[in-house]
């Protein structure tokens, strides 16, 4: 994909893989990418769209691991797994390119260069669900939305434009709807955000 880092992940994967090799996929919104337990063939890196990632739990909720926008690869875990460990679902019509899993072993096992590429790319990704993990350690559902709007916001003054519902954001952080809701009013009558459709702003010192 054009304009990439070189040190983005979804980069390094498919520089390891000839172009020919490399499928585009598409699929409808709610369309499963794979499921659960399928055998896994291939990693993904996501043209347009957005795919979820989420693990059913033994109770039968789902745990959501990743929301792959554009320009990130998703699955990389089949690369030493025999099976895929959650469910990919588009979240909206999205595009995919499938990289087969067999390829990337290949030119890893055989090219130092690119698999010193894919471990920095790896370790980077480590440190963003690390700091994922963080968000739902965080008891208040208050300070756990505020930290995700955090994260995710840029620009001065800082603010989140937000391109999903809150309904897939709160299974992202782990909470219910309703909490989410609550969490954003209360923020918004201590004047820590600013909400207008489509995005909110921070009225608060983002601090790194």
């Not at 939305?145 to 840029?154: D, E, Q, Y």
Request: charged letters at 25%.
């Amino acid at each position: 994909m054009p304009g990439l880092p070189a040190d983005n992940l979804a980069a390094c994967l498919l520089r390891a893989v000839p172009e020919s090799r490399v499928a585009r996929l598409r699929f409808g919104r709610g369309v499963t990418v794979f499921r659960q337990d399928d055998k896994a063939l291939a990693i993904y890196v996501v043209q347009s769209g957005r795919v979820r990632l989420a693990r059913v739990m033994a109770d039968g909720t789902a745990l959501v691991l990743q929301v792959a926008e554009p320009g990130q690869s998703f699955a990389e875990a089949a690369l030493s797994s025999a099976r895929y460990h959650c469910d990919a679902t588009a979240e909206v019509d999205t595009a995919v390119l499938r990289l087969p899993k067999q390829d990337l072993l290949a030119a890893l096992a055989t090219d130092p260069a690119r698999s010193l590429a894919l471990t920095l790319a790896l370790a980077s990704q480590v440190r963003d669900l690390r700091a994922r993990l963080e968000l739902r350690n965080i008891r208040s559902a208050k300070e756990r939305v505020l930290a995700w709007l955090r994260l995710r916001a840029s620009g001065e003054p800082a603010s989140v434009t937000l391109g999903r519902s809150w309904t897939l954001i709160a299974g992202e952080l782990g909470l219910s709807r309703e909490a989410v809701y609550r969490a954003l009013a209360a923020l918004e009558r201590e004047g820590r955000i600013a909400r207008s459709s489509g995005s909110i702003r921070l009225l608060v010192p983002i601090t790194k």
